[in-house]
């Protein structure tokens, strides 16, 4: 098959997230994957105006690379929207012209409203596969509304919908009129062979300063200014005992030039601040740590999902605090590795209250390992590949 993927966020930055261990997947089985993307992080580069871009990308299995196009696009606020609109249209055009897909898949909006117009309009069917509510991603709050009509639209057209769990799959058949009998679950999937609790923690610790007793609490990806952290890096701020405790951060995002400056200003070694790392890194930094968070606001934006991040810290053996969101204690349940807090500033004590009984926090951990071994990438690979390859020849069975 000729897959056209269209997303707006970055394809080469953001992530690794459940598309790029999909499509470098499904590239390796001999499909060919084409994807749409966008510079999400414009606002970082100089210059109004920027080109189009063509890229060679692997991000999960180095023996691929996705051709991954980044049409031109107004760097200016407000009037990004209106240029992605007018470039990823002739993008989408110029791709259904040149690649002829047999199939579109779209994680974004309003290019997959966009994709798949057209891809109705040509014959092609067309997948909206949710990892996200996408319209609450829209950083201009006022622009909310519009975003959530397009979407309503485009969940409309869509010839199938995939979420990534139930709370999500709910969430779009009560909220955005999603059809119950074209909504599936595909779930989100692990590498077990990157991700497991037997590699190497010491090399990571003592690049960063790191003593054997220091108990090392984990965060990655996006540093959103729900994510938590700010009530997480504050309380250590004012925590001062045995165990010694240190937060480690990988990535970037709307808290880090304030957590930048926290740790300037009496946090010190005890915060960790480590940008953007290769994927094949993120092992290394998990294996180092000794808990892992997610300890972000029960809000509308984090309600109702998983983030890939949580598979990848359990399947490392580590125990996961994280606040009762709805979505992650309906898809991991009671004593499956994770802890659950009310509050983000509650989880400098539960993590203090583990570190001092190593062989609880060790138990968890297995549990998690073991809680996550089902979610197999291959078995997650084949129930996509079914999905698509029925679509495209119209034996469409569910899975």
């Known amino acids: 098959m000729n897959i056209l993927v269209v997303q707006e966020t970055d394809w080469i930055k953001k992530g690794p997230l459940q598309q790029h ?3 470098e997947r499904l590239q390796k089985r001999g499909h060919n994957i084409r994807v749409i993307d966008f510079e999400v992080l414009w606002k970082e580069n100089h210059g109004v105006y920027s080109n189009r871009e063509v890229f060679y990308v692997s991000r999960t299995l180095q023996e691929v690379k996705i051709t991954v196009i980044r049409p031109a696009f107004l760097r200016l606020p407000l009037l990004v929207y209106l240029s992605v609109m007018l470039t990823h249209t002739n993008e989408i055009l110029k791709q259904i012209k040149e690649f002829k897909p047999n199939v579109v898949v779209g994680f974004d909006i309003p290019n997959s409203y966009l994709a798949f117009k057209f891809a109705k ?13 996408n319209y609450l991603f829209v950083p201009e709050k006022f622009l909310q509304p519009m975003a959530k009509a397009i979407e309503l639209q485009t969940v409309k057209i869509a ?4 979420a990534i769990n139930d709370m999500l799959k709910d969430y779009y058949i009560r909220n955005m009129g999603a059809d119950p009998s074209k909504t599936y679950l595909v779930r989100g999937g692990i590498d077990t062979q990157r991700f497991n609790p037997s590699i190497n923690r010491f090399q990571i610790r003592e690049n960063y300063g790191i003593n054997n007793g220091d108990t090392v609490l984990f965060f990655m990806g996006w540093l959103y200014t729900f994510s938590g952290l700010k ?3 504050s309380s250590l701020l004012k925590y001062h005992g045995e165990p010694e405790i240190k937060l480690l951060i ?7 030039e304030w957590l930048l400056r926290l740790k300037m200003n009496g946090l010190n070694d005890r915060l960790i601040l480590v940008d953007w790392q290769p994927y094949e890194k993120i092992p290394q930094f998990l294996a180092a740590s000794d808990i892992c968070l997610l300890p972000a606001y029960n809000n509308n934006v984090m309600r109702n999902i998983v983030p890939i991040k949580m598979y990848e810290y359990m399947a490392c053996g580590k125990p996961v605090i994280a606040t009762k969101l709805p979505g992650i204690m309906k898809e991991f349940g009671e004593r499956n590795g994770v802890v659950y807090v009310d509050r983000p500033s509650d989880v400098l004590e539960k993590a203090i209250e583990l570190a001092k009984n190593r062989e609880v926090m060790n138990e968890i951990g297995i549990k998690a390992a073991k809680y996550v071994q089902k979610y197999n990438w291959e078995s997650i ?3 996509f590949e079914t999905i698509l390859e029925g679509l495209v020849g119209n034996k469409f069975e569910k899975c």
């Open 21 to 23: 261990h999909l499509m």
């Open 381 to 383: 690979t084949d129930q």
């Open 231 to 233: 009530e997480v890096a």
């Open 250 to 256: 990988v990535g970037r995002g709307d808290l880090y």
């Open 159 to 162: 010839d199938t919908i995939i």
């Open 121 to 133: 309009h040509f014959k092609i069917p067309s997948v909206y596969y949710l990892i996200d509510i």
